[in-house]
T-cell receptor
Framework: ETGVTQTPRHLVMGMTNKKSLKCEQHLGHNAMYWYKQSAKKPLELMFVYNFKEQTENNSVPSRFSPECPNSSHLFLHLHTLQPEDSALYLC??????????????FGPGTRLTVL | RKEVEQDPGPFNVPEGATVAFNCTYSNSASQSFFWYRQDCRKEPKLLMSVYSSGNEDGRFTAQLNRASQYISLLIRDSKLSDSATYLCVVRTWGGSQGNLIFGKGTKLSVKP
């Protein structure tokens, strides 16, 4: 149990659907992150929120829209996705985004398939 | 050149073997270094941070060579439970914070 939960664990959606991924951390952390993990590629950072403020958008297409209503919750809203967006989407949290040896704790991920 | 490069493996070793993984990074401004472990169909978890002087945690030893921009992980007396993908991770500082850059990972399979 890592203290970071994600729902749903699996999601299949069509290209015209709108869906949302949810992440919740129970660790009292102040920074939350979205990563994408595709087959045969390294983890790619998508978004960073530090104290509820978005501090990083790593050139992510606008069809991915993050939301951070408070330090414990992070959402990723999805619309008009492409098949190449199929991947494992991982949420992570850490004490704060600016600490040198800051450990990031990952959730179990949402396995997304876009048809 | 990729920011963080690792040999993808797989490394297939017998129980009890010693195995070493290497990693190189391209940005000389990188400041913090880590090894994460990811089990099959699971999330990554921090295995150990890598300090300039090198550090050891039980059967695991990590070393850093800043001049060569090279990080290593040595696993002694391999156990079946060590089978996983080992991710080399680098934090490079820029702007207000540093973000983690992950390598693709090296897959280890320990056989009985």
């Amino acid at each position: 149990e890592t203290g970071v939960t994600q729902t749903p664990r699996h999601l299949v959606m069509g290209m015209t659907n709108k869906k949302s991924l949810k992440c919740e951390q129970h660790l009292g952390h102040n920074a939350m992150y979205w990563y994408k993990q595709s087959a045969k590629k390294p983890l790619e950072l998508m978004f960073v929120y530090n104290f509820k403020e978005q501090t990083e958008n790593n050139s992510v297409p606008s069809r991915f829209s993050p939301e951070c209503p408070n330090s414990s919750h992070l959402f990723l809203h999805l619309h008009t996705l492409q098949p190449e967006d199929s991947a494992l989407y991982l949420c992570a949290s850490s004490q704060g985004a600016g600490f040198e040896y800051n450990e990031q704790f990952f959730g179990p991920g949402t396995r997304l398939t876009v048809l | 050149r990729k920011e963080v490069e690792q040999d993808p493996g797989p490394f297939n070793v017998p129980e009890g073997a010693t195995v070493a993984f290497n990693c190189t990074y391209s940005n000389s401004a990188s400041q913090s270094f880590f090894w994460y472990r990811q089990d099959c169909r699971k999330e990554p978890k921090l295995l150990m941070s890598v300090y300039s002087s090198g550090n050891e945690d039980g059967r695991f030893t990590a070393q850093l060579n800043r001049a060569s921009q090279y990080i290593s992980l040595l696993i002694r007396d391999s156990k079946l439970s060590d089978s996983a993908t080992y991710l080399c991770v680098v934090r490079t500082w820029g702007g207000s914070q540093g973000n983690l850059i992950f390598g693709k990972g090296t897959k280890l399979s320990v056989k009985p």
